[in-house]
């Protein structure tokens, strides 16, 4: 190919195809080539020629007690090249050279030796590149070609039953009766026997002989015999299988009879006919709810996955369903059947128990609320009396101490949902709480700290009075599995400014990096998807590693 700037310069792209008979074609194309070259303007660019590639094949053959080195030329489309010089030399003599015949080939006698170093060379041309070869053969032996086959291909389905597996062994000497044995990757037999008369040995193969779902490689060989040499041949392989996802409630719980806002289980199973798939993804969408809500959890021993669903408050009805996204190691991507679930709404008089607690508390707040008041005006009129009797202080005229009352609401710092739990006031006994609270403290600074399960805690110090600070609190609480993605994310903000972290990308982003940040964002996917929550002493690690990071990247 010729290449210029000049507006003026010819483009030419000769592709070489040399083929019996058709050699003043090509003279002809060279010809149009070089008058395109003689036109070319004086600011022409030098040329850049691109060359076809060439193959040898070298087979060794016995005839009447001399061994023979056929030797092959072919160019990239496997056609014969005639009338090429090509090159022997065996280890320790001369080389021979010799023109290839109409069908590409030429064939050099070999010395009589056990084994020999044998080259084999062609130089090129203008239009094909050169190449070279180097084999050990043994003239005692007459030259084997190995060649495997699968029925249908690669491809191997290991939800099939058998699978037909066919080797063909080829040379100058072939026949039947070779010894042939066929194994996998990992040296396990797959099948045996003798080649026909043909020199092909055909079999049918269990599925379960093959290997594993993914991709792998199945082995050919022959041992030869007196009068032929040994032989090998590789198959690359895919071996796949099709997954099966279901999913079904736990406990016994109905998904057509659900209470609204009660919490309930589900629990995902991933198998394959050979058996339960461990460690690997599967997805839960909750769908009919207002913004379909997805989880992803990595599945256990058993090949099984449980989800913890907070409630259907907002819904009459909602659909589950689970998926296996499938892989590059040969399982295929399946889905569940959908999970329809019903929510028994309550009735007006249902709804009015549901929220007894609250208007007890109500009435128990105007209750408090009351008797303050009255206590309040009892000792401001026991003040006035006291102050006008001689030899009292001020000071002194106050009774008991002022009480406030502290109400707030704790949330999912994620989906802003209610949360019970229990509250702890100044290190006393755990309060519980469904979500809403309401404290009575007197005068000073307390302590209050916030629990609930599978939730790191929070703490604050509590004000009283509170001049209106803690009005209509609301305290939002962070779960184990949210939080210990903070130290990872602030990590990657300094190490990879450019990124825009995703919690749906975890295990994108440690697939794509390499090293510690790569060896921290596995640990930190384990962690958030496990079927057990992170605590304290998991974050606490994941933190002085990220920690560790970011100052080796302030460093640099």
Request: charge should be negative; charged fraction near 25%.
């Amino acid at each position: 190919m010729l290449l210029g700037p000049s507006p003026t310069l010819a483009v030419v792209i000769l592709r070489r195809r040399i083929e019996s008979g058709k050699r003043a074609s090509a003279l002809i194309a060279i010809s149009a080539v070089l008058i395109a070259c003689s036109s070319l303007t004086v600011n022409a660019q030098r040329s850049v020629r691109v060359r076809g590639r060439s193959s040898l094949d070298l087979v060794v053959e016995q005839r009447e007690g001399t061994a023979v080195a056929i030797v092959t030329l072919r160019d990239d489309q496997g056609t014969p090249l005639a009338g090429e010089s090509v090159r022997l030399e065996e280890s320790g003599s001369r080389p021979s050279v010799l023109q290839t015949d109409d069908e590409g080939q030429a064939e050099f006698p070999l010395r009589m030796r056990a084994q020999e170093q044998v080259s084999v060379a062609f130089s090129g041309t203008t239009l094909l590149e050169p190449i070279q070869i180097e084999r050990n053969v043994d003239s005692r032996f007459a030259d084997t070609r190995v060649r495997l086959e699968v029925e249908g291909g690669p491809r191997i389905d290991l939800d099939e039953a058998e699978h037909v597996l066919r080797v063909m062994v080829a040379g100058a000497a072939t026949g039947g009766g070779l010894p042939v044995r066929i194994e996998t990757e990992l040296g396990e037999e797959v099948a045996s026997g003798t080649t026909n008369a043909a020199g092909v040995f055909a079999t049918r193969v269990s599925s379960n002989l093959l290997g594993a779902a993914g991709a792998g490689t199945l082995l050919a060989s022959t041992s030869g015999d007196e009068r032929r040499a040994p032989g090998r041949a590789a198959l690359r392989i895919v071996r796949s299988r099709s997954t099966t996802t279901t999913i079904e409630m736990v406990d016994g719980v109905q998904p057509a009879a659900l209470q609204p806002e009660t919490p309930f289980e589900v629990e995902v199973s991933l198998q394959t006919a050979a058996g339960p798939l461990r460690q690997h993804a599967v997805e839960l969408e909750l769908g009919g709810v207002s913004g379909n809500e997805r989880w992803t959890r990595m599945t256990n021993g058993e090949g099984r996955a449980r989800f913890e669903i907070s409630g259907l408050a907002e819904a009459e009805s909602a659909t589950l369903s689970a998926r296996f996204a499938g892989d590059a190691l040969g399982l295929r991507a399946s889905e569940s059947e959908p999970l329809q679930m019903q929510v028994r709404q309550p009735n007006a008089f249902e709804r009015v128990l549901r929220y007894w607690p609250l208007l007890l508390l109500l009435v128990i707040a105007f209750t408090l609320y009351f008797a303050r008041a009255t206590a309040k005006t009892e000792e401001e009129l026991t003040t006035r009396r006291e102050t006008k009797a001689p030899g009292i202080a001020l000071s002194q005229s106050r009774i008991g101490q002022r009480r406030v009352a502290i109400s707030g609401e704790v949330r999912d710092a994620w989906r802003d949902e209610l949360l019970p739990g229990t509250l702890i006031v100044d290190g006393g006994e755990p309060i519980a709480h469904d979500g809403r609270f309401l404290l009575e403290l007197e005068e000073g600074e307390h302590v209050v700290e916030w629990l609930a399960e599978r939730y790191a805690p929070a703490k604050a110090t509590v004000p009283v009075p509170h001049r209106g600070q803690w009005d209509a609190a609301v305290v939002r609480l962070e779960s184990w599995r949210a939080k210990i993605l903070s130290p990872y994310r602030e990590a990657l903000r300094l190490i990879r400014p450019a990124l825009r972290f995703e919690r749906e990308t975890l295990r994108t982003m440690h697939e794509q990096e390499e090293g510690s940040l790569a060896s921290l964002g596995l640990d930190v996917e384990s962690a958030f998807y496990g079927s057990e929550p992170p605590n304290a002493k998991v974050l606490k690690e994941v933190e002085d590693r990220a920690q560790r990071l970011s100052q080796d990247r302030e460093r640099e």
